[in-house]
Protein backbone atom coordinates (compact mmCIF):
# COMPACT_ATOMS: atom_id res chain seq x y z
CA UNK A 1 0.00 0.00 0.00
CA UNK A 2 1.29 3.57 -0.82
CA UNK A 3 2.31 5.66 2.07
CA UNK A 4 -0.32 8.61 0.37
CA UNK A 5 -2.68 5.95 0.73
CA UNK A 6 -1.97 4.47 4.43
CA UNK A 7 -1.99 8.40 5.50
CA UNK A 8 -5.52 8.82 4.06
CA UNK A 9 -6.98 5.56 5.51
CA UNK A 10 -5.41 6.77 8.82
CA UNK A 11 -7.30 10.42 9.01
CA UNK A 12 -10.40 8.57 7.87
CA UNK A 13 -9.76 6.34 10.82
CA UNK A 14 -9.49 9.82 12.92
CA UNK A 15 -12.43 11.35 11.70
CA UNK A 16 -14.31 8.12 12.66
CA UNK A 17 -13.33 8.12 15.96
CA UNK A 18 -13.66 11.43 16.74
CA UNK A 19 -17.28 11.49 14.87
CA UNK A 20 -18.00 8.47 17.30
CA UNK A 21 -16.88 10.63 20.83
CA UNK A 22 -18.96 13.32 19.79
CA UNK A 23 -22.20 11.41 19.35
CA UNK A 24 -21.54 9.43 22.29
CA UNK A 25 -21.05 12.69 24.22
CA UNK A 26 -24.88 13.14 22.85
CA UNK A 27 -25.98 9.53 23.69
CA UNK A 28 -25.99 8.12 20.87
CA UNK A 29 -23.83 5.26 20.78
CA UNK A 30 -25.20 3.14 17.77
CA UNK A 31 -21.87 3.70 15.50
CA UNK A 32 -19.79 2.78 17.66
CA UNK A 33 -21.83 -0.50 19.00
CA UNK A 34 -21.27 -1.33 14.68
CA UNK A 35 -17.46 -0.70 15.03
CA UNK A 36 -17.68 -2.77 18.20
CA UNK A 37 -19.03 -5.55 16.39
CA UNK A 38 -16.86 -5.67 13.39
CA UNK A 39 -13.97 -5.83 16.09
CA UNK A 40 -15.70 -8.64 17.71
CA UNK A 41 -16.09 -10.38 14.46
CA UNK A 42 -12.28 -10.14 13.76
CA UNK A 43 -11.75 -11.19 17.03
CA UNK A 44 -13.61 -14.18 17.00
CA UNK A 45 -12.03 -14.83 13.41
CA UNK A 46 -8.33 -14.55 15.34
CA UNK A 47 -9.10 -16.76 17.95
CA UNK A 48 -11.09 -19.67 16.34
CA UNK A 49 -7.93 -19.41 14.16
CA UNK A 50 -5.71 -19.52 16.99
CA UNK A 51 -6.89 -22.48 19.03
CA UNK A 52 -7.00 -24.34 15.99
CA UNK A 53 -3.21 -24.04 15.57
CA UNK A 54 -2.73 -23.99 19.42
CA UNK A 55 -2.38 -27.64 21.49
CA UNK A 56 -0.80 -30.19 23.90
CA UNK A 57 0.35 -31.74 20.23
CA UNK A 58 2.46 -29.94 17.35
CA UNK A 59 0.37 -29.99 14.12
CA UNK A 60 0.78 -27.59 11.55
CA UNK A 61 -2.11 -25.76 10.32
CA UNK A 62 -1.20 -24.87 7.06
CA UNK A 63 -0.20 -28.07 5.77
CA UNK A 64 -3.92 -29.34 6.67
CA UNK A 65 -5.21 -26.23 4.60
CA UNK A 66 -3.08 -27.12 2.03
CA UNK A 67 -5.03 -30.36 1.81
CA UNK A 68 -8.07 -29.12 2.35
CA UNK A 69 -7.33 -26.97 -1.01
CA UNK A 70 -6.75 -30.06 -3.07
CA UNK A 71 -2.79 -30.62 -2.43
CA UNK A 72 -2.74 -34.74 -2.82
CA UNK A 73 -1.45 -37.26 -1.20
CA UNK A 74 1.10 -37.67 -3.35
CA UNK A 75 2.69 -34.18 -2.59
CA UNK A 76 3.16 -35.41 0.95
CA UNK A 77 2.29 -31.86 2.75
CA UNK A 78 0.58 -33.23 5.28
CA UNK A 79 0.19 -36.18 7.47
CA UNK A 80 -3.07 -38.71 8.63
CA UNK A 81 -2.02 -37.56 12.70
CA UNK A 82 -2.14 -33.74 11.74
CA UNK A 83 -5.26 -33.84 9.65
CA UNK A 84 -6.94 -35.55 12.87
CA UNK A 85 -5.71 -33.28 15.30
CA UNK A 86 -7.11 -30.10 13.57
CA UNK A 87 -10.31 -31.62 11.57
CA UNK A 88 -11.51 -34.12 14.23
CA UNK A 89 -10.34 -32.73 17.43
CA UNK A 90 -9.62 -29.03 17.58
CA UNK A 91 -12.10 -27.84 14.87
CA UNK A 92 -14.85 -29.26 16.35
CA UNK A 93 -14.04 -28.53 19.69
CA UNK A 94 -13.53 -24.63 18.33
CA UNK A 95 -16.90 -25.02 16.82
CA UNK A 96 -18.85 -25.95 19.59
CA UNK A 97 -16.96 -23.25 21.62
CA UNK A 98 -17.75 -20.89 19.63
CA UNK A 99 -21.69 -22.03 19.59
CA UNK A 100 -21.92 -22.80 23.24
CA UNK A 101 -20.14 -19.51 24.11
CA UNK A 102 -22.61 -17.52 21.96
CA UNK A 103 -25.49 -19.65 23.49
CA UNK A 104 -25.04 -18.66 27.07
CA UNK A 105 -24.31 -15.48 26.75
CA UNK A 106 -26.78 -14.63 24.69
CA UNK A 107 -29.36 -16.48 27.14
CA UNK A 108 -27.98 -14.11 29.72
CA UNK A 109 -28.65 -10.98 27.92
CA UNK A 110 -32.46 -12.40 26.81
CA UNK A 111 -33.37 -13.30 30.50
CA UNK A 112 -31.99 -10.00 31.56
CA UNK A 113 -33.77 -8.20 29.46
CA UNK A 114 -37.29 -10.35 30.20
CA UNK A 115 -36.51 -9.81 34.07
CA UNK A 116 -34.89 -6.61 33.81
CA UNK A 117 -32.59 -6.92 35.74
CA UNK A 118 -28.50 -7.69 35.30
CA UNK A 119 -28.48 -10.12 37.15
CA UNK A 120 -30.59 -12.70 35.46
CA UNK A 121 -28.64 -15.70 34.22
CA UNK A 122 -29.78 -18.82 33.21
CA UNK A 123 -26.85 -20.44 35.21
CA UNK A 124 -27.05 -18.21 38.46
CA UNK A 125 -31.17 -18.66 38.28
CA UNK A 126 -31.25 -22.40 38.30
CA UNK A 127 -32.05 -23.09 34.52
CA UNK A 128 -28.94 -24.74 34.02
CA UNK A 129 -29.53 -26.71 36.98
CA UNK A 130 -32.73 -27.59 35.76
CA UNK A 131 -31.38 -28.52 31.89
CA UNK A 132 -29.00 -30.56 34.03
CA UNK A 133 -32.06 -32.39 35.47
CA UNK A 134 -33.39 -32.88 32.03
CA UNK A 135 -30.32 -35.02 31.20
CA UNK A 136 -29.32 -36.80 33.64
CA UNK A 137 -33.14 -38.35 33.93
CA UNK A 138 -32.73 -39.39 30.30
CA UNK A 139 -29.07 -41.03 31.07
CA UNK A 140 -29.75 -42.89 33.96
CA UNK A 141 -33.23 -43.20 33.65
CA UNK A 142 -32.67 -43.81 30.11
CA UNK A 143 -34.39 -46.54 27.38
CA UNK A 144 -36.38 -48.37 30.09
CA UNK A 145 -38.30 -45.06 30.51
CA UNK A 146 -37.57 -42.76 27.71
CA UNK A 147 -37.83 -45.34 24.78
CA UNK A 148 -39.95 -43.24 22.40
CA UNK A 149 -37.73 -40.18 23.33
CA UNK A 150 -34.53 -41.67 21.63
CA UNK A 151 -36.93 -43.41 19.03
CA UNK A 152 -38.48 -39.93 17.90
CA UNK A 153 -35.35 -37.85 18.51
CA UNK A 154 -32.34 -39.79 18.00
CA UNK A 155 -29.05 -38.39 18.83
CA UNK A 156 -31.41 -35.15 19.35
CA UNK A 157 -32.82 -36.93 22.84
CA UNK A 158 -30.38 -35.46 25.36
CA UNK A 159 -30.71 -31.75 24.07
CA UNK A 160 -34.44 -32.15 24.37
CA UNK A 161 -34.42 -33.82 27.85
CA UNK A 162 -32.43 -30.85 28.77
CA UNK A 163 -34.45 -28.14 26.94
CA UNK A 164 -37.41 -29.23 28.83
CA UNK A 165 -35.75 -29.53 31.88
CA UNK A 166 -34.55 -25.76 31.38
CA UNK A 167 -38.12 -24.52 29.96
CA UNK A 168 -40.27 -26.28 33.08
CA UNK A 169 -37.36 -24.20 35.67
CA UNK A 170 -37.94 -21.04 33.28
CA UNK A 171 -41.58 -20.88 33.35
CA UNK A 172 -41.55 -22.31 37.01
CA UNK A 173 -39.32 -19.15 37.83
CA UNK A 174 -41.18 -16.47 35.90
CA UNK A 175 -43.88 -17.78 37.70
CA UNK A 176 -42.75 -17.53 41.40
CA UNK A 177 -40.65 -13.72 40.40
CA UNK A 178 -43.12 -12.06 38.59
CA UNK A 179 -46.61 -10.27 40.25
CA UNK A 180 -48.39 -7.98 37.63
CA UNK A 181 -45.68 -7.51 35.15
CA UNK A 182 -42.92 -6.29 37.85
CA UNK A 183 -40.45 -8.63 38.60
CA UNK A 184 -38.65 -8.95 41.94
CA UNK A 185 -35.39 -9.51 41.89
CA UNK A 186 -34.52 -11.11 45.14
CA UNK A 187 -37.47 -13.21 44.53
CA UNK A 188 -36.33 -14.18 41.40
CA UNK A 189 -32.36 -15.02 43.03
CA UNK A 190 -33.87 -16.68 45.88
CA UNK A 191 -36.32 -18.92 44.02
CA UNK A 192 -33.70 -19.51 41.28
CA UNK A 193 -31.64 -20.83 44.39
CA UNK A 194 -34.40 -23.11 45.65
CA UNK A 195 -34.71 -24.46 42.55
CA UNK A 196 -31.58 -24.80 41.45
CA UNK A 197 -31.51 -27.02 44.53
CA UNK A 198 -34.20 -28.92 44.09
CA UNK A 199 -33.21 -29.79 40.80
CA UNK A 200 -29.72 -30.83 42.01
CA UNK A 201 -31.40 -33.13 44.80
CA UNK A 202 -33.53 -34.65 42.13
CA UNK A 203 -30.55 -35.26 40.21
CA UNK A 204 -28.48 -36.50 43.43
CA UNK A 205 -31.40 -39.20 43.80
CA UNK A 206 -30.82 -40.14 40.11
CA UNK A 207 -26.60 -40.76 40.43
CA UNK A 208 -28.03 -42.33 43.40
CA UNK A 209 -29.83 -44.54 41.53
CA UNK A 210 -27.44 -45.20 38.66
CA UNK A 211 -24.92 -47.89 37.74
CA UNK A 212 -21.65 -47.82 37.05
CA UNK A 213 -22.04 -47.21 33.34
CA UNK A 214 -24.21 -44.13 33.57
CA UNK A 215 -22.13 -42.75 36.60
CA UNK A 216 -19.49 -42.54 33.95
CA UNK A 217 -21.68 -40.95 31.25
CA UNK A 218 -23.04 -38.29 34.16
CA UNK A 219 -19.58 -37.60 35.89
CA UNK A 220 -18.18 -37.11 32.62
CA UNK A 221 -21.11 -35.10 31.07
CA UNK A 222 -21.20 -32.59 34.07
CA UNK A 223 -17.85 -31.85 34.50
CA UNK A 224 -18.68 -28.43 32.21
CA UNK A 225 -16.15 -29.03 29.31
CA UNK A 226 -15.79 -28.75 25.83
CA UNK A 227 -13.18 -32.05 25.88
CA UNK A 228 -15.58 -34.42 24.35
CA UNK A 229 -15.96 -32.23 21.38
CA UNK A 230 -17.02 -34.02 18.37
CA UNK A 231 -19.22 -33.57 14.81
CA UNK A 232 -22.09 -35.99 16.17
CA UNK A 233 -22.24 -33.88 19.64
CA UNK A 234 -22.33 -30.52 17.26
CA UNK A 235 -24.86 -32.07 14.46
CA UNK A 236 -27.22 -32.21 17.90
CA UNK A 237 -26.73 -29.19 19.42
CA UNK A 238 -26.19 -26.97 16.17
CA UNK A 239 -29.10 -26.86 14.87
CA UNK A 240 -31.41 -26.14 18.34
CA UNK A 241 -28.83 -23.32 19.06
CA UNK A 242 -28.45 -21.98 16.01
CA UNK A 243 -32.51 -21.69 15.41
CA UNK A 244 -33.02 -19.97 18.61
CA UNK A 245 -30.34 -17.82 18.64
CA UNK A 246 -31.59 -16.75 15.07
CA UNK A 247 -34.63 -15.84 16.81
CA UNK A 248 -33.26 -13.37 19.38
CA UNK A 249 -32.89 -10.40 17.34
CA UNK A 250 -36.32 -10.50 16.60
CA UNK A 251 -36.50 -9.43 19.98
CA UNK A 252 -34.56 -6.81 20.13
CA UNK A 253 -37.45 -4.47 20.06
CA UNK A 254 -39.23 -5.88 22.42
CA UNK A 255 -36.36 -6.26 24.91
CA UNK A 256 -35.52 -2.60 24.58
CA UNK A 257 -39.04 -1.65 25.15
CA UNK A 258 -39.69 -4.19 28.54
CA UNK A 259 -36.90 -2.40 29.65
CA UNK A 260 -39.61 0.48 30.40
CA UNK A 261 -41.99 -1.88 32.34
CA UNK A 262 -43.89 -4.45 30.98
CA UNK A 263 -47.04 -1.85 31.12
CA UNK A 264 -44.75 0.51 29.33
CA UNK A 265 -43.68 -2.11 26.75
CA UNK A 266 -47.60 -2.71 25.97
CA UNK A 267 -48.28 1.09 25.68
CA UNK A 268 -45.96 1.15 22.90
CA UNK A 269 -47.14 -1.18 20.81
CA UNK A 270 -45.33 -4.27 21.39
CA UNK A 271 -47.22 -7.69 22.32
CA UNK A 272 -45.52 -8.37 25.37
CA UNK A 273 -47.08 -11.94 26.59
CA UNK A 274 -46.50 -13.19 22.73
CA UNK A 275 -42.89 -11.96 23.34
CA UNK A 276 -42.10 -13.47 26.84
CA UNK A 277 -43.01 -16.54 25.55
CA UNK A 278 -40.38 -16.92 22.53
CA UNK A 279 -38.15 -15.13 24.86
CA UNK A 280 -38.90 -18.16 27.32
CA UNK A 281 -38.76 -20.59 25.46
CA UNK A 282 -35.40 -19.45 23.05
CA UNK A 283 -33.40 -19.33 26.54
CA UNK A 284 -34.58 -22.91 27.45
CA UNK A 285 -33.77 -23.77 24.08
CA UNK A 286 -30.37 -22.35 24.24
CA UNK A 287 -29.14 -23.04 27.67
CA UNK A 288 -30.81 -27.03 27.75
CA UNK A 289 -28.55 -27.49 24.32
CA UNK A 290 -25.46 -26.19 25.69
CA UNK A 291 -25.59 -27.76 28.99
CA UNK A 292 -26.45 -30.90 27.02
CA UNK A 293 -23.26 -30.96 25.17
CA UNK A 294 -21.10 -29.02 27.58
CA UNK A 295 -21.99 -29.16 30.70
CA UNK A 296 -22.30 -26.50 33.44
CA UNK A 297 -20.10 -23.83 32.52
CA UNK A 298 -21.22 -20.65 34.64
CA UNK A 299 -20.86 -16.90 34.25
CA UNK A 300 -20.33 -16.87 30.58
CA UNK A 301 -23.82 -15.63 30.65
CA UNK A 302 -23.37 -12.68 33.19
CA UNK A 303 -19.67 -11.24 32.57
CA UNK A 304 -20.40 -11.06 28.63
CA UNK A 305 -23.20 -9.10 28.47
CA UNK A 306 -22.57 -6.65 31.57
CA UNK A 307 -18.75 -6.05 29.61
CA UNK A 308 -20.54 -4.85 26.32
CA UNK A 309 -23.45 -2.90 28.15
CA UNK A 310 -20.45 -0.90 29.76
CA UNK A 311 -19.13 -0.34 26.31
CA UNK A 312 -21.75 -0.32 23.86
CA UNK A 313 -25.07 0.11 26.16
CA UNK A 314 -27.90 -1.70 26.70
CA UNK A 315 -29.94 -1.42 23.32
CA UNK A 316 -30.31 -5.17 22.39
CA UNK A 317 -30.38 -4.73 18.91
CA UNK A 318 -26.20 -4.18 19.14
CA UNK A 319 -26.20 -5.98 22.65
CA UNK A 320 -27.26 -9.65 20.96
CA UNK A 321 -25.14 -10.01 18.00
CA UNK A 322 -21.89 -8.47 20.32
CA UNK A 323 -22.84 -10.60 23.01
CA UNK A 324 -22.80 -13.78 20.84
CA UNK A 325 -19.49 -12.60 19.19
CA UNK A 326 -17.78 -12.25 22.39
CA UNK A 327 -18.98 -14.97 24.43
CA UNK A 328 -18.09 -17.37 22.08
CA UNK A 329 -14.45 -15.56 21.49
CA UNK A 330 -14.11 -15.71 25.69
CA UNK A 331 -15.51 -19.34 25.74
CA UNK A 332 -12.86 -20.24 23.22
CA UNK A 333 -9.82 -18.81 25.19
CA UNK A 334 -11.15 -20.24 28.40
CA UNK A 335 -10.85 -23.37 26.94
CA UNK A 336 -7.31 -22.64 25.04
CA UNK A 337 -6.56 -21.41 29.11
CA UNK A 338 -8.10 -25.04 30.47
CA UNK A 339 -5.96 -26.92 28.12
CA UNK A 340 -2.64 -25.72 27.78
CA UNK A 341 -2.30 -24.58 31.89
CA UNK A 342 -1.64 -27.74 32.75
CA UNK A 343 -0.82 -29.43 29.74
CA UNK A 344 -1.14 -32.32 29.01
CA UNK A 345 -3.51 -32.74 31.36
CA UNK A 346 -6.88 -30.62 31.14
CA UNK A 347 -8.82 -28.25 33.84
CA UNK A 348 -12.55 -28.55 33.31
CA UNK A 349 -13.60 -25.38 31.22
CA UNK A 350 -16.32 -24.47 34.11
CA UNK A 351 -13.52 -23.94 36.77
CA UNK A 352 -11.60 -21.54 34.48
CA UNK A 353 -14.94 -19.51 33.72
CA UNK A 354 -15.55 -19.85 37.60
CA UNK A 355 -12.31 -18.57 38.45
CA UNK A 356 -13.01 -15.41 36.10
CA UNK A 357 -16.38 -14.94 36.03
CA UNK A 358 -16.83 -15.09 39.84
CA UNK A 359 -15.04 -12.11 41.42
CA UNK A 360 -15.86 -9.86 38.10
CA UNK A 361 -19.64 -10.67 39.31
CA UNK A 362 -18.89 -9.74 42.87
CA UNK A 363 -17.30 -7.05 41.44
CA UNK A 364 -20.55 -6.23 39.46
CA UNK A 365 -22.14 -6.61 42.83
CA UNK A 366 -20.27 -4.28 44.40
CA UNK A 367 -20.02 -1.77 41.75
CA UNK A 368 -24.24 -1.89 40.97
CA UNK A 369 -25.47 -2.43 44.62
CA UNK A 370 -27.49 1.19 44.51
CA UNK A 371 -29.17 1.28 41.34
CA UNK A 372 -30.29 -2.41 41.26
CA UNK A 373 -32.12 -2.07 44.72
CA UNK A 374 -30.57 -4.69 46.44
CA UNK B 1 -63.32 10.81 20.87
CA UNK B 2 -62.29 8.37 23.52
CA UNK B 3 -65.37 7.05 24.57
CA UNK B 4 -66.18 5.54 27.98
CA UNK B 5 -69.65 3.82 28.82
CA UNK B 6 -70.51 2.21 31.37
CA UNK B 7 -67.47 0.72 32.50
CA UNK B 8 -66.60 -1.43 35.01
CA UNK B 9 -63.04 -2.86 36.48
CA UNK B 10 -62.07 -5.67 38.77
CA UNK B 11 -58.44 -5.13 39.89
CA UNK B 12 -57.16 -7.72 42.25
CA UNK B 13 -60.81 -9.49 42.95
CA UNK B 14 -62.25 -6.80 43.54
CA UNK B 15 -64.03 -4.54 41.75
CA UNK B 16 -62.99 -0.98 41.74
CA UNK B 17 -64.58 0.96 39.26
CA UNK B 18 -68.42 1.04 38.96
CA UNK B 19 -70.47 1.56 35.66
CA UNK B 20 -68.49 4.94 35.00
CA UNK B 21 -69.36 6.86 31.35
CA UNK B 22 -67.71 9.99 29.85
CA UNK B 23 -66.16 10.99 27.00
CA UNK B 24 -62.59 13.01 26.12
CA UNK B 25 -62.94 15.04 22.76
CA UNK B 26 -59.97 16.00 20.75
CA UNK B 27 -58.83 19.03 21.45
CA UNK B 28 -59.85 18.92 24.88
CA UNK B 29 -57.46 18.47 27.68
CA UNK B 30 -59.99 16.10 29.86
CA UNK B 31 -58.82 16.16 33.50
CA UNK B 32 -59.76 13.11 35.99
CA UNK B 33 -59.37 13.85 39.92
CA UNK B 34 -60.38 12.55 43.56
CA UNK B 35 -58.58 11.31 46.57
CA UNK B 36 -56.36 8.61 46.62
CA UNK B 37 -57.70 5.31 46.03
CA UNK B 38 -61.09 6.77 44.39
CA UNK B 39 -59.75 5.01 40.61
CA UNK B 40 -57.96 7.55 39.11
CA UNK B 41 -55.19 5.43 37.46
CA UNK B 42 -57.21 2.36 37.68
CA UNK B 43 -59.53 4.40 34.77
CA UNK B 44 -56.36 5.64 32.78
CA UNK B 45 -55.10 1.98 32.20
CA UNK B 46 -58.77 0.59 31.38
CA UNK B 47 -58.53 3.29 28.84
CA UNK B 48 -55.37 2.62 27.57
CA UNK B 49 -55.83 -1.54 27.40
CA UNK B 50 -53.82 -2.33 30.06
CA UNK B 51 -56.62 -3.76 31.97
CA UNK B 52 -59.71 -5.31 30.75
CA UNK B 53 -63.16 -3.34 31.09
CA UNK B 54 -64.85 -6.12 33.18
CA UNK B 55 -68.49 -4.92 31.85
CA UNK B 56 -69.07 -1.71 29.50
CA UNK B 57 -66.58 -0.56 26.73
CA UNK B 58 -63.65 2.03 26.36
CA UNK B 59 -63.62 3.24 22.91
CA UNK B 60 -60.93 5.52 20.87
CA UNK B 61 -62.16 7.56 17.44
CA UNK B 62 -65.15 4.65 17.13
CA UNK B 63 -62.99 1.79 17.42
CA UNK B 64 -63.27 -0.29 20.89
CA UNK B 65 -60.66 -1.07 22.05
CA UNK B 66 -60.97 -5.15 22.31
CA UNK B 67 -60.78 -5.14 18.68
CA UNK B 68 -57.54 -3.25 18.46
CA UNK B 69 -53.48 -4.87 18.24
CA UNK B 70 -50.79 -3.16 20.70
CA UNK B 71 -49.05 -1.95 17.66
CA UNK B 72 -52.46 -0.18 16.34
CA UNK B 73 -53.42 1.41 20.13
CA UNK B 74 -49.35 2.40 19.88
CA UNK B 75 -50.45 4.41 16.61
CA UNK B 76 -53.89 6.18 18.41
CA UNK B 77 -52.18 6.99 21.85
CA UNK B 78 -49.17 7.96 24.09
CA UNK B 79 -49.30 6.89 27.54
CA UNK B 80 -47.12 8.76 30.70
CA UNK B 81 -47.29 6.27 34.17
CA UNK B 82 -46.60 7.72 37.13
CA UNK B 83 -42.86 6.62 37.20
CA UNK B 84 -40.81 4.68 35.37
CA UNK B 85 -37.21 2.58 36.65
CA UNK B 86 -34.83 1.31 34.68
CA UNK B 87 -31.97 -1.27 35.82
CA UNK B 88 -30.00 -0.85 32.44
CA UNK B 89 -27.75 2.17 31.89
CA UNK B 90 -29.54 3.96 29.05
CA UNK B 91 -28.33 7.40 28.03
CA UNK B 92 -31.53 10.12 27.61
CA UNK B 93 -31.30 9.87 24.14
CA UNK B 94 -31.99 6.06 23.98
CA UNK B 95 -34.77 6.19 26.40
CA UNK B 96 -36.36 8.54 24.51
CA UNK B 97 -36.21 6.70 21.16
CA UNK B 98 -37.74 3.90 22.78
CA UNK B 99 -40.87 5.91 22.01
CA UNK B 100 -40.24 5.75 18.15
CA UNK B 101 -40.65 1.98 18.17
CA UNK B 102 -44.18 2.11 17.49
CA UNK B 103 -42.57 3.43 14.13
CA UNK B 104 -44.47 6.19 12.33
CA UNK B 105 -41.92 7.14 10.16
CA UNK B 106 -38.25 5.26 9.74
CA UNK B 107 -36.43 8.15 7.98
CA UNK B 108 -33.37 8.59 10.59
CA UNK B 109 -33.20 12.06 9.89
CA UNK B 110 -36.92 12.51 10.92
CA UNK B 111 -36.45 10.39 13.67
CA UNK B 112 -33.31 12.55 15.26
CA UNK B 113 -35.39 15.67 14.53
CA UNK B 114 -38.62 14.59 16.81
CA UNK B 115 -36.54 13.11 19.24
CA UNK B 116 -34.39 16.18 19.72
CA UNK B 117 -37.71 18.28 19.28
CA UNK B 118 -39.39 16.15 22.26
CA UNK B 119 -36.33 16.64 24.44
CA UNK B 120 -36.88 20.33 23.56
CA UNK B 121 -40.49 20.19 24.37
CA UNK B 122 -39.90 19.33 28.08
CA UNK B 123 -36.80 21.38 28.51
CA UNK B 124 -34.19 18.59 28.83
CA UNK B 125 -32.53 20.65 25.00
CA UNK B 126 -28.80 19.73 26.75
CA UNK B 127 -29.03 16.18 28.47
CA UNK B 128 -29.22 13.63 25.46
CA UNK B 129 -25.97 12.58 26.69
CA UNK B 130 -26.63 12.10 30.31
CA UNK B 131 -27.38 8.83 31.57
CA UNK B 132 -31.15 8.26 32.51
CA UNK B 133 -30.56 6.50 35.89
CA UNK B 134 -28.41 9.45 37.59
CA UNK B 135 -31.44 11.54 36.81
CA UNK B 136 -33.71 13.60 39.45
CA UNK B 137 -37.26 11.69 39.73
CA UNK B 138 -38.40 15.35 37.91
CA UNK B 139 -35.97 15.14 35.16
CA UNK B 140 -37.17 11.27 34.37
CA UNK B 141 -40.33 12.10 34.36
CA UNK B 142 -40.29 14.70 31.78
CA UNK B 143 -37.49 12.03 29.92
CA UNK B 144 -40.70 10.09 29.54
CA UNK B 145 -43.04 12.62 28.76
CA UNK B 146 -40.31 13.11 25.85
CA UNK B 147 -40.58 9.45 25.28
CA UNK B 148 -44.02 9.51 25.12
CA UNK B 149 -44.18 12.63 22.60
CA UNK B 150 -42.07 10.59 20.42
CA UNK B 151 -44.52 8.23 20.04
CA UNK B 152 -47.34 10.35 19.53
CA UNK B 153 -44.96 13.23 17.66
CA UNK B 154 -48.14 14.47 15.68
CA UNK B 155 -52.00 14.94 17.70
CA UNK B 156 -53.24 14.55 14.30
CA UNK B 157 -52.78 11.80 11.91
CA UNK B 158 -54.14 10.27 8.78
CA UNK B 159 -57.38 12.42 9.93
CA UNK B 160 -57.63 11.02 13.04
CA UNK B 161 -56.72 13.08 16.87
CA UNK B 162 -54.59 10.97 18.61
CA UNK B 163 -54.32 10.91 22.39
CA UNK B 164 -51.94 11.50 25.31
CA UNK B 165 -52.91 9.81 28.36
CA UNK B 166 -50.86 11.23 31.42
CA UNK B 167 -50.92 9.39 35.00
CA UNK B 168 -50.01 12.45 37.39
CA UNK B 169 -47.68 14.35 34.74
CA UNK B 170 -46.31 16.70 37.12
CA UNK B 171 -46.61 15.32 40.53
CA UNK B 172 -42.80 15.33 41.17
CA UNK B 173 -42.21 18.54 39.06
CA UNK B 174 -40.60 22.21 40.45
CA UNK B 175 -43.37 24.69 39.89
CA UNK B 176 -41.92 26.35 36.08
CA UNK B 177 -41.71 22.36 35.19
CA UNK B 178 -45.01 21.98 35.94
CA UNK B 179 -46.76 24.95 34.25
CA UNK B 180 -43.97 24.16 31.10
CA UNK B 181 -45.70 20.44 30.53
CA UNK B 182 -49.65 21.82 31.62
CA UNK B 183 -48.99 24.22 28.37
CA UNK B 184 -46.99 21.37 26.62
CA UNK B 185 -50.20 19.29 27.06
CA UNK B 186 -52.43 22.77 26.05
CA UNK B 187 -50.81 23.02 22.91
CA UNK B 188 -50.82 19.62 22.11
CA UNK B 189 -54.84 19.80 22.47
CA UNK B 190 -54.92 23.29 20.48
CA UNK B 191 -53.27 21.03 17.38
CA UNK B 192 -56.33 18.61 17.28
CA UNK B 193 -55.24 16.28 20.13
CA UNK B 194 -56.50 14.62 22.95
CA UNK B 195 -55.28 14.59 26.35
CA UNK B 196 -56.49 12.51 29.89
CA UNK B 197 -54.67 13.68 32.34
CA UNK B 198 -54.54 11.95 35.87
CA UNK B 199 -54.10 15.17 38.10
CA UNK B 200 -53.73 16.21 41.91
CA UNK B 201 -53.41 20.18 42.16
CA UNK B 202 -56.59 21.06 41.42
CA UNK B 203 -55.26 24.36 41.01
CA UNK B 204 -53.25 23.65 38.01
CA UNK B 205 -56.17 21.51 36.90
CA UNK B 206 -58.58 24.69 37.44
CA UNK B 207 -55.83 26.53 35.60
CA UNK B 208 -55.62 23.98 32.31
CA UNK B 209 -58.54 21.89 31.85
CA UNK B 210 -61.11 21.94 29.53
CA UNK B 211 -63.45 18.97 31.91
CA UNK B 212 -62.71 18.37 34.79
CA UNK B 213 -63.78 14.53 36.05
CA UNK B 214 -64.41 14.26 39.82
CA UNK B 215 -64.27 10.70 40.90
CA UNK B 216 -64.61 9.06 44.46
CA UNK B 217 -65.03 5.31 45.06
CA UNK B 218 -64.26 4.19 41.50
CA UNK B 219 -67.49 6.39 40.44
CA UNK B 220 -67.99 9.93 39.20
CA UNK B 221 -69.43 12.44 41.83
CA UNK B 222 -68.87 15.51 39.05
CA UNK B 223 -68.09 16.09 35.66
CA UNK B 224 -68.30 19.40 33.33
CA UNK B 225 -66.16 22.52 33.33
CA UNK B 226 -63.85 23.02 36.11
CA UNK B 227 -66.08 26.15 37.45
CA UNK B 228 -69.11 23.84 37.33
CA UNK B 229 -67.12 21.13 39.20
CA UNK B 230 -65.31 23.02 41.47
CA UNK B 231 -67.42 23.90 44.14
CA UNK B 232 -67.72 24.08 48.19
CA UNK B 233 -70.34 21.12 48.08
CA UNK B 234 -68.51 19.06 45.57
CA UNK B 235 -65.36 19.27 47.52
CA UNK B 236 -66.61 18.46 51.07
CA UNK B 237 -68.68 15.75 49.33
CA UNK B 238 -65.65 14.00 47.22
CA UNK B 239 -62.68 15.24 49.46
CA UNK B 240 -64.11 15.09 52.67
CA UNK B 241 -63.26 18.71 53.82
CA UNK B 242 -64.56 21.99 53.97
CA UNK B 243 -62.81 24.30 52.20
CA UNK B 244 -63.97 27.28 50.41
CA UNK B 245 -63.32 27.77 46.29
CA UNK B 246 -62.75 31.28 45.60
CA UNK B 247 -61.89 32.72 41.90
CA UNK B 248 -59.50 34.94 40.67
CA UNK B 249 -61.44 38.29 39.91
CA UNK B 250 -59.71 38.80 36.44
CA UNK B 251 -59.93 35.39 34.72
CA UNK B 252 -62.79 33.56 36.81
CA UNK B 253 -60.18 30.45 37.00
CA UNK B 254 -61.79 28.99 40.75
CA UNK B 255 -58.99 28.38 42.92
CA UNK B 256 -58.81 26.46 46.40
CA UNK B 257 -56.73 26.88 49.03
CA UNK B 258 -55.77 24.76 51.99
CA UNK B 259 -55.57 27.74 54.51
CA UNK B 260 -59.11 27.79 54.41
CA UNK B 261 -59.81 24.06 54.77
CA UNK B 262 -61.40 22.20 58.41
CA UNK B 263 -60.98 19.15 59.04
Given at each position: MPRSEALARGMRLTALAADIRAEWRSGNRARLARVVIVLLVILAAATFVGSIMTGAADASLSNVVAWLFGAS??????SVRDRIIILDIRLPRAVLGMLVGASLAVSGVVMQGLFRNPLADPGLVGVSSGASLGAVLLIVLGSAVFGPLFALFGFYALPVAAFIGGLVTTLLLYRIATRGGQTSIATLLLAGIALGALAGAFTGVLIFMADDKQLRDVTFWGL???????WTKIAAAAPIILLSLAVTPFLARGLNAITLGEAAAFHMGIPVQRMKNIAIVSVAAATGASVAVSGGIGFVGIVVPHLLRLVI???HRYLIPASALLGGTLLILADMIARTIASPAELPIGIVTAFIGAPFFLWILLRGRTTMGL | MISVSNLSVRLGGR?????ISFEAAPGELTAIVGPNGCGKTTTLKAISGELPAETGSVSINGR??????PWELALKRGVLPQSTVISFPFTVREVVRLGLTAGATSDPRANDRIAADALEAVDLGGFAGRFYQELSGGEQQRVQLARVLCQISDPVADGEPRYLLLDEPVSSLDIRHQLTIMQLARKFCERGGGVIAVMHDLNLTAMFADRMIMMKAGKIRASGAPGDVLTDETMEAVFGCRMQVSAM????VPFVLPQTATL
Open positions: DADQVFGSLAGANGPD | VVIHGNLKGLKPAAG
